[in-house]
């Protein structure tokens, strides 16, 4: 008998018809337990093809049943979409629908996983663990019933920086997010205890209502005893992993303990990535490299290939509690006494550092430092504040520049009078020139202002010319045929030759050269003597050059009979 035609005859029987579903674990009578619930190992299950396959895939207005509760549910609208699943509400508002796609079915370890996770109970606020395992009306196994999660995403709101938390979270400070990522961690604790990891954390999937109120969803992707994590993600990828450049299926406890780490960094650095993209590195180089661009002092300094970080989040690093800072520093950095497996700090460290910090943040005097980003560094007796000249803040001496290069050049500018903090320097100035290409108006950087203003007083320095876009134009030059950057080409004209052609810098300057050699041997040329006459009036010989020559001839004149002097005492 189908299993549908079961469900209708349940259906019509009222003492039997539930209306309340129970975790399979329940109807087991399985107790919840505070730890050891699943075996940690790095031994990954067997797995193959489905023997049994649904034909289609429910959907919105489908109806699924229930495998251990003997219930029916009425798909309703999608409200999660992944990779391998697609949730839906139902028509029991406390539970969603979550629906595995075609492909991921063609193989058994979901249903396997699945099995395993509802036959135990795991009780931890606010983690969606799998509540019962989803039929179609063939019985085919086509996904899982889980209680429902409220909130945005992690990925949208704190990870989001700035526009994220001022979009959701706008009257948070520092200690509602020290707060948030306790709560996190503590259901990570919890987590960790029972034996369950997340494998690699996908952000995206933590939900955030408020502080207190956090939801764990798409928990079938963690990894559980021999069963695989189903989700990758660089970001949170350890960097002993990255360097061997192979497909890890299987995590450790200390390589998950490295991707709480990056989480607790992202959460109190709100969306910033603990590595700096160096030069010509991508994120992925930059976590083999282990390059962490913050410092902390003494002999804790950033990565040399690491870019020192600028603007906002020197600052957010700066009113971190300076231990907070030195484990950050000791996991991060490739020479730090936590960033090798095996010395990793586990969840519990980092959940005691973020109650300390808390502390402090409650009884600290400083306001600024309990906002989510604040406008300066810390004050303490040790920096000298000065205010900015174009932004009108005060900041440390060492967040000015007090250098500029001027063509190969350094030249203390701090010394004369310049007052330019760091992200101002990089800000749009109120000077500007028009691009002689594409003729629109680009405005210089406070930076390159001071360059401009100290250049044209000292090193005959030149209006810039060509916009960046221009400058990566190219044309071909008439002469040799190369193709050069269009700003390098010169007009160059031949009024001799009645000739004007577009060629490169090298070919006009050999041109110039060349016509300034012409013109030496032409005039050379007019004033060598072609040939002798005899003046008919004083008898004497005068020369007829080459340039008389060709003048009279354009003119149509006849050649001269007499010489100069006598001309002159004639006219």
């Known amino acids: ?7 209708k005859k349940t259906e019509k029987a009222d003492f039997s018809y539930k209306t309340t579903i129970y975790p399979v674990a329940d109807l087991l009578r399985k107790e919840a337990k505070e730890e050891n619930l699943f075996e940690i190992t790095t031994q990954c299950v067997s797995f193959g093809r489905s023997s049994k396959v649904a034909k289609s895939i429910p959907s919105a207005g489908n109806k699924v049943f229930t495998k251990y509760n003997n219930t029916s549910l009425l798909l309703k609208e999608a409200v999660m979409t992944d990779h391998i699943s697609v949730t839906y509400s139902t028509d029991y508002m406390e539970y969603f629908a979550k629906i595995y796609t075609a492909e991921v079915l063609r193989l058994d370890i979901l249903e396997k996983k699945s099995e395993r996770m509802v036959q135990e109970k795991v009780d931890i606020s606010g983690v969606c663990w799998p509540l019962d395992i989803l039929v179609d009306d063939t019985g085919c196994f086509v996904g899982i019933l889980v209680p429902i999660s409220k909130g945005i995403q992690l990925t949208r709101s704190v990870l989001n920086g700035s526009t994220g938390l001022s979009q959701f979270f706008s009257q948070w400070d520092k200690r509602d997010l020290c707060v948030l990522t306790a709560t996190i961690l503590e259901k990570v604790c919890k987590m960790h205890s029972l034996g369950v990891m997340f494998g690699c954390i996908n952000p995206a999937s933590i939900y955030v209502e408020n502080t207190k109120e956090v939801y764990f969803v798409d928990t079938d992707c963690w990894q559980i005893e021999g069963f695989p994590a189903l989700s990758q993600n660089q970001t949170f990828t350890p960097p002993e992993i990255m360097r061997s450049n192979s497909l890890n299926l299987m995590y450790t406890l200390d390589q998950e303990n490295y991707q709480i780490a990056v989480l607790t960094f992202m959460l109190m650095m709100p969306g910033k990535f603990p590595y700096a993209k160096g030069k010509n590195a991508n994120e992925r180089d930059s976590i083999k490299d282990m390059s962490f661009p913050f410092s902390v002092g003494g002999g804790m300094h950033r990565s040399q290939d690491a870019e020192r970080p600028s603007g906002i989040w020197r600052i957010v690093w700066d009113h971190l509690s300076y231990k907070m800072c030195e484990c950050f520093y000791n996991t991060f950095h490739s020479e730090g006494k936590y960033s090798r497996p095996g010395y990793r700090l586990d969840t519990k460290e980092w959940l005691k550092i973020i109650w300390e910090y808390k502390d402090i943040l409650n009884d600290s005097k400083r306001a600024d430092s309990r906002n989510m980003f604040p406008r300066t560094f810390r004050r303490d007796k040790k920096r000298t504040f000065v205010r900015c000249s174009i932004c009108g803040q005060e900041h440390p001496d060492f967040y000015f520049i007090h250098n500029i290069r001027v063509q190969r050049e350094k030249v203390n500018i701090w010394d004369r009078g310049y007052r330019i903090c760091i992200p101002c320097a990089n800000d749009q100035s109120d000077v500007s020139f028009t691009c002689r290409c594409c003729g629109r108006k680009f405005y210089y950087t ?4 001071v360059l401009h203003e100290i250049g044209k007083s000292e090193f005959d320095f030149k209006n810039q010319k060509w916009c960046k876009e221009c400058k990566r134009q190219t044309a071909t030059c008439r002469h040799c045929g190369k193709e050069v950057p269009i700003y390098q080409m010169k007009e160059f004209e031949d009024r001799r030759r009645n000739l004007r052609m577009s060629v490169c810098g090298s070919c006009f300057r050999e041109l110039i050269e060349q016509s300034k050699q012409e013109r030496a041997e032409r005039e050379a040329w007019k004033n060598s003597v072609h040939h002798w006459v005899v003046c008919r009036n004083c008898g004497r ?28 005492i004639r006219y």
């Open 446 to 449: 406070n930076r390159t202002k």
């Open 541 to 568: 010989s005068f020369p007829i050059t080459n340039g008389d020559m060709e003048y009279f001839s354009r003119k149509g004149y006849n050649l001269p009979t007499r010489c100069s002097s006598c001309r002159k």
């Open 1 to 7: 008998m189908a299993l549908l035609d079961s469900f």
